[in-house]
């Protein structure tokens, strides 16, 4: 079987064709652009490779309310032109196969679920921190989506005493994206983060929040993974500082071992690199065919 | 069919028996006292009744991992003799019939999903605020328990500028319940909150910590409607102070009409009254037979 997959975010488009092993066979990515432009280069890539279901995980907000009539649509977007667009309804006009189609997050979090860092795990989270902070969630073996789906990029934390940044989100300021995402990581710091020493005290204002936002959803959710993705997770280095801001959260009150004693494989990055958004989708065309929840 | 339904608060039970309609038939309760004096009072009540299954909504936390050795337990409570109290296994003894466990709050949201507020809804969340705050969840259909089960009481939020009052969590000092609950209104302003003024600053205060706690879970979890309950809420003018809130926190970024323009019917008392906690262990009765998720 062959499944087409998409991975649609807001500066680039990846597409693919991979096997139900998860395996990606083929790939190519390009700028996301306007709707059209962009999805006639997604439409030229699939149409000769034999797709029996395409799974699309992207950018949001989008409308997955499948008694709606805007259902597969991009929402609110203020990026020029996805507002309003019928980007299942456009797929479907090409390609009349099975088409899965959820937030990048929640694909990226049934991908581990599937092949990655949360195989076999009926509950688990996944962050993605880069551009912007999204979270997917799958609990009690299904995708979390709600009344629209999960945005947890945008809870408050408390503010680290010696943070003045006053944060970058159009809407709250200094919510977790609005301090911790890339871009207010550089506009903080005056250079990009990848400039920054592995011992500047960013990287342990960056855990401070990212911390705290996890233990809410430990307290929240009690996932049993959670998974750390996307550009700003690269720097490693936050991994032991996250872990230490989450158990002093917590305090001992989640009384489990895997959070009590094995932090280290219970807080990962993601096992799938930088396939992850990839065989995200391509496990939403596979679970557009078998029906997987 | 008669299902039984057990409240078991760490101050008082509440057995009753009722039926698949939701109709609570009779009911009971009783001082918490030693897990042993307290079960035989149960055991005695339903002994006679003729139930087909049980349900129980207990407080926490709980062991609810199926694959354990210790389903069915109490864990970590500080209440002596309950903590590693094997309450299903001594239920199960004396009553060889299905038995549902699931905490407290789960069990009154599933209740307000059959009979109540959020009935026919496959997403909402409940909370009570009383001598705690718990979260019960329910999401895409089904109760969510994760790990151990969610703890949501306990979450971080930001400090009111005018709140000089430390907290009363033994984990957390000023988490959400350190801060909300009932005990922490009373500590903090001197007198019981019930012997408050409505226009007293003490419910301003309090709803903006329910207020931002409530966005939190807004943006994480997308829930249909929220449902607020306990001792706490009797306060009804905190309803249109939390709403206030909730908007102000979210600041149109969840752009969906239930959000922007209905709030008032989207955080909502619960609509089983006294009963909710009673209907919820009853739904998780009739779960345990009909294998509800």
Redesign the interface.
Known sequence: MIIGAMEAGGTKFICGVGNEEGEILDRISFKTETPDKTLQQAVDYFKDKGVQAIGIGSFG?INMDLSSPLYGHV??TPKPGWGGFDFVGVMKQHFPVPIGFDTDVNAAALGEVQWGAAQGLD?CVYYTIGTGVG?G?Y?????????????????????HPEDRFEGLCP??GDCLEGLAAGPAIEKRWGVKGTMLPTEHQAWEMEAYYLG?AI???I??????RVILGGGVMHQKQLFPLIRREVRQ????????P??LESLDTYIVPPSLGNNAGLCGALALGIKAIKGW?
């Open positions: 907000p929402t609110t509950n979270v969630v609990a009690e073996g299904r995708l979390i989506h709600g009344l629209v789906h999960p945005e947890g990029g945008h809870v408050l934390t408390r503010r809407y709250h705290q233990a809410g959803v307290l929240l959710l009690s996932p049993k959260a917590l305090n001992g009150y989640v009384a489990t895997a959070i929840a």
